[in-house]
């Protein structure tokens, strides 16, 4: 019995060090007020003075930034903007992957270990690096617009990079292995006699696909989407180095809110918030996991 | 054996006017360099239960593959009910498969999985409800309808895997080692179970296995094949009573097998050869309808079950020889027992154990004879 409260114990301890304990100093941190200090904000806990101290410090916390937060509409905005960036280039990783996935599913099996390891093989340059390198693709003089001025397809270059086709290129780039890992597992251990069957019974190919492989490979598939989802809503990178003026994420207006305006209890705010949109997918997410485990019994 | 009465024998194969439901003509199947099916000509028949039966790899799958449009034959004709099905594709065929895997789609119910192919003929809805009633009661399964593949025991995945296989009515059921994942006792009920269902539908069945004593069974004709050719095709009596060759003799059941010299001998008898298997042994004796040169080398094989165990010489055995009993196999309600000639040979021979074992006559080392007559067993080319 102590063995095991002792095991579990472990990852808990784990978690209240690094999720919840940061979490609770960043809430700590946007129920305080601005202020032109060190720390910029108000007011800090000074324990020194025992009672009177905790007593004061309490007092000064309010939901003040939280309310800024719903008067300005930018907020708002952006995090709707981060959404629907966000499940854009979910849904696009989706179309590119799931026929990478299959295609590594059906090859020989001699071949499936040498593309997997293409696919992971990205994760070894620096994300930055790789990052940077599509702002050489997509530019105005990138090689993307040069050999599209090359064949004759276009006459002037096209105005990719800045734009938010080139967040959603980035977004699909960076995120498409996280997609593809999880519908190759399911689809790799499909038995294939179950579209053989499937034909047997009438199905044409195509149907056969929808019928039999698409529903046995849904879970891989709501696993890729969240995996892609999730991490996506946060994105700060991209959109800052892809994006144009008119991108509009969540990410970036925190980055703005702590290094631009050095409002800390807003930007902390911010991030409170989108780490309470973000609890919605990761508790769908695990569900599925666990609806999965169930099924496979 | 599907026959429906003791009185009219079903054996559509021996009536000439009967038109065969598939027929193979000098069907081959080549995988690269490998030969998988070598100039195969065969006829099934309407109501047939056949089995195709022999080892891992000797193209009895590659057959029920290509009946089924998973393979096409790179050279001959396969005809299903006169029409040449080559260019058919798997799904437009009359032709359903029980897979050796069920390939149960594991995220359908029951009730589901047997309506999948009637579903994709869209069919109205009560029919498609009405048919998988049906079947659900053909197989026992009216309580687990509602349950998904992986809820249910093996023995009722076997069930599924037939209802869905025979809801569309097809022409021909391909059955692939059907009863393969299964313990021996449900297999043995299963299989009465699957020649019941086959009566009750009339739908003609070929199944694939390796299990001698399934395609004894269940079969009206047995197919034995090797290194993709058929070695021969007959009802399971004649297949192990006068097997055609020492191949087939020794795949099917228990044998002995002795090699000599044949010689003939019409004057003691229609079709009597006499065949020199040892020195200072009397030749054996034996009736056959082959024809044998004088001095052909040729194998006699006899079932263990045909050889009689005495402790003194029988006075009236065409074939008669001393042994010594070397091994005794008890299996209950038989005993194997192992005799050594004086030449060397060990034959077996088999009695039904109709006394308690304290009671047996015989014990090891014991000096016995062994006796057949002359038409117990068969004399092979090889």
């Given at each position: 019995?102590?063995?095991?409260?002792?095991?579990?114990?472990?990852?808990?301890?784990?978690?209240?060090?690094?999720?919840?304990i940061p979490?609770?100093?960043?809430?700590k941190i946007?129920l305080?007020?601005y202020?032109l200090?060190?720390?910029?904000?108000?007011p800090?806990?000074?324990?020194?003075?025992g009672?009177e101290?905790l007593?004061?410090f309490?007092?000064?916390?309010d939901?003040?930034?939280?309310?800024f937060l719903?008067?300005d509409?930018l907020y708002?905005k952006?995090?709707?903007s981060s959404?629907?960036?966000?499940?854009?280039?979910t849904?696009?990783?989706?179309?590119?992957g799931?026929?990478?996935?299959y295609?590594?599913?059906r090859?020989?099996p001699?071949?499936?270990?040498t593309?997997?390891?293409l696919?992971i093989?990205p994760?070894w340059?620096?994300f930055?690096?790789?990052?940077?390198a599509?702002?050489?693709?997509?530019?105005s003089?990138g090689?993307?617009?040069?050999?599209l001025?090359?064949?004759?397809?276009?006459?002037?270059?096209?105005?990719?990079?800045?734009?938010?086709?080139?967040?959603?290129?980035g977004?699909?780039?960076?995120y498409?292995?996280f997609?593809?890992?999880?519908?190759?597992a399911?689809?790799?251990?499909?038995?294939?006699?179950?579209?053989?069957?499937a034909?047997?019974?009438g199905?044409s190919?195509v149907?056969?696909?929808w019928?039999?492989?698409?529903?046995?490979?849904?879970s891989?598939?709501i696993?890729g989407?969240?995996?892609?989802?999730?991490?996506?809503i946060?994105?700060?990178?991209i959109?800052?180095?892809l994006?144009?003026s008119?991108?509009?994420?969540?990410?970036?207006?925190?980055?703005?809110?702590f290094?631009?305006?050095?409002?800390w209890?807003?930007?902390?705010?911010?991030?409170?918030v989108?780490?309470?949109?973000?609890?919605?997918?990761i508790?769908?997410?695990?569900?599925?996991?666990?609806?999965?485990?169930?099924?496979?019994? | 054996?599907?026959?429906?009465s003791p009185?009219?024998?079903?054996a559509?194969?021996e009536d000439?006017?009967e038109?065969?439901?598939i027929?193979?003509?000098?069907?081959?199947?080549r995988?690269g360099d490998?030969?998988?099916?070598?100039?195969?000509?065969?006829?099934i028949?309407r109501?047939e239960?056949?089995?195709?039966?022999?080892?891992?790899?000797?193209?009895?799958?590659t057959l029920?593959?290509?009946l089924?449009?998973?393979e096409?034959p790179?050279?001959?004709?396969i005809?299903?009910?006169?029409?040449d099905?080559a260019?058919v594709?798997?799904?437009k065929?009359?032709?359903?498969?029980?897979?050796?895997?069920?390939?149960?789609?594991?995220?359908?119910s029951?009730?589901?999985?047997?309506?999948?192919?009637?579903k994709?003929?869209?069919?109205p809805?009560?029919?498609?409800?009405?048919?998988?009633?049906?079947?659900?009661?053909?197989?026992?399964?009216?309580?687990?309808?509602?349950?998904?593949?992986?809820?249910?025991?093996?023995?009722?995945?076997?069930?599924?895997?037939?209802?869905?296989?025979?809801?569309k009515?097809?022409?021909?059921?391909?059955?692939?080692?059907?009863?393969g994942a299964?313990?021996?006792?449900?297999?043995?009920?299963?299989q009465f179970e699957?020649?019941?269902?086959?009566?009750k539908?009339?739908?003609?069945?070929v199944?694939v296995t390796?299990d001698q004593?399934?395609?004894?069974?269940?079969?009206s004709r047995?197919a034995?094949?090797?290194e993709g050719r058929?070695v021969?095709?007959?009802?399971?009596?004649?297949?192990?009573?006068t097997p055609?060759?020492v191949?087939?003799?020794?795949?099917?059941?228990?044998?002995n097998?002795?090699?000599?010299?044949?010689?003939?001998v019409?004057?003691a008898?229609e079709?009597?050869v006499d065949l020199?298997?040892?020195?200072?042994?009397p030749?054996?004796?034996a009736?056959?309808?082959?024809?044998f040169d004088?001095?052909?080398?040729?194998?006699?094989?006899?079932?263990?079950?045909k050889?009689?165990i005495?402790?003194?010489?029988?006075?009236?055995?065409?074939?008669?020889?001393?042994?010594r009993?070397?091994?005794?196999?008890?299996?209950g309600?038989?005993?194997?027992y192992?005799?050594?000639l004086?030449?060397?040979?060990?034959?077996?021979?088999?009695?039904?154990?109709?006394?308690?074992?304290?009671?047996?006559?015989?014990?090891?080392?014991?000096?016995?004879?062994?006796s057949?007559t002359?038409t117990?067993?068969?004399?092979?080319e090889?």
């Amino acid at each position: 019995m102590l063995r095991r409260a002792a095991l579990i114990a472990v990852p808990y301890a784990w978690l209240l060090a690094l999720f919840l304990i940061p979490f609770l100093i960043v809430l700590k941190i946007a129920l305080s007020d601005y202020a032109l200090s060190i720390p910029p904000y108000a007011p800090t806990l000074d324990l020194s003075e025992g009672w009177e101290g905790l007593r004061t410090f309490f007092a000064g916390l309010d939901f003040e930034t939280f309310r800024f937060l719903t008067t300005d509409d930018l907020y708002w905005k952006a995090y709707l903007s981060s959404v629907w960036i966000a499940a854009v280039s979910t849904a696009l990783a989706l179309a590119v992957g799931y026929p990478i996935a299959y295609g590594m599913a059906r090859a020989a099996p001699e071949w499936r270990p040498t593309l997997l390891m293409l696919v992971i093989l990205p994760f070894w340059t620096s994300f930055l690096i790789r990052v940077y390198a599509w702002i050489g693709i997509l530019s105005s003089e990138g090689y993307l617009n040069q050999i599209l001025i090359g064949l004759g397809l276009i006459d002037a270059p096209l105005a990719i990079l800045n734009t938010n086709v080139a967040v959603h290129i980035g977004i699909v780039y960076t995120y498409l292995p996280f997609m593809i890992l999880p519908i190759y597992a399911t689809l790799e251990k499909m038995d294939e006699s179950l579209l053989e069957a499937a034909e047997d019974l009438g199905c044409s190919r195509v149907s056969a696909f929808w019928r039999v492989t698409v529903p046995l490979s849904k879970s891989g598939i709501i696993a890729g989407c969240f995996l892609v989802f999730i991490p996506a809503i946060g994105e700060f990178v991209i959109p800052s180095l892809l994006g144009g003026s008119e991108t509009l994420m969540i990410g970036k207006v925190l980055w703005e809110e702590f290094f631009n305006n050095r409002d800390w209890p807003v930007a902390s705010a911010v991030a409170t918030v989108l780490l309470l949109i973000l609890v919605i997918p990761i508790v769908l997410f695990q569900r599925n996991e666990q609806k999965q485990r169930e099924a496979e019994g | 054996m599907a026959q429906p009465s003791p009185q009219q024998v079903f054996a559509p194969w021996e009536d000439p006017s009967e038109t065969p439901l598939i027929e193979f003509r000098g069907v081959t199947k080549r995988f690269g360099d490998f030969t998988a099916i070598d100039d195969i000509s065969l006829s099934i028949f309407r109501r047939e239960f056949f089995a195709l039966l022999g080892p891992s790899g000797c193209g009895k799958t590659t057959l029920m593959r290509m009946l089924a449009g998973f393979e096409t034959p790179s050279e001959g004709d396969i005809l299903l009910d006169r029409q040449d099905i080559a260019p058919v594709p798997p799904n437009k065929r009359a032709v359903n498969m029980m897979f050796q895997s069920y390939a149960l789609f594991p995220h359908l119910s029951v009730w589901e999985n047997i309506a999948f192919g009637l579903k994709r003929d869209r069919l109205p809805k009560d029919e498609i409800a009405a048919r998988v009633t049906e079947m659900l009661r053909l197989t026992r399964l009216e309580k687990f309808a509602r349950r998904k593949p992986h809820q249910i025991s093996g023995g009722q995945r076997q069930r599924v895997a037939l209802a869905r296989s025979l809801a569309k009515a097809p022409k021909l059921l391909l059955l692939d080692e059907p009863l393969g994942a299964l313990d021996k006792k449900l297999r043995q009920d299963t299989q009465f179970e699957l020649m019941d269902i086959q009566e009750k539908t009339g739908t003609t069945f070929v199944i694939v296995t390796h299990d001698q004593e399934e395609a004894m069974t269940v079969a009206s004709r047995v197919a034995v094949m090797d290194e993709g050719r058929l070695v021969q095709v007959a009802t399971p009596d004649v297949i192990y009573e006068t097997p055609a060759s020492v191949y087939v003799a020794d795949f099917i059941g228990d044998v002995n097998l002795l090699e000599g010299r044949a010689t003939p001998v019409p004057e003691a008898g229609e079709g009597r050869v006499d065949l020199a298997w040892a020195e200072g042994q009397p030749p054996i004796r034996a009736t056959t309808d082959r024809a044998f040169d004088k001095g052909q080398q040729a194998w006699f094989a006899i079932r263990p079950e045909k050889v009689t165990i005495t402790p003194g010489r029988p006075d009236e055995a065409a074939n008669a020889v001393k042994g010594r009993i070397l091994d005794i196999a008890y299996l209950g309600n038989i005993s194997t027992y192992h005799v050594e000639l004086p030449t060397g040979h060990v034959v077996k021979a088999q009695t039904a154990n109709t006394r308690r074992i304290a009671r047996r006559a015989f014990t090891w080392e014991d000096e016995v004879w062994l006796s057949w007559t002359a038409t117990a067993g068969v004399l092979l080319e090889g």
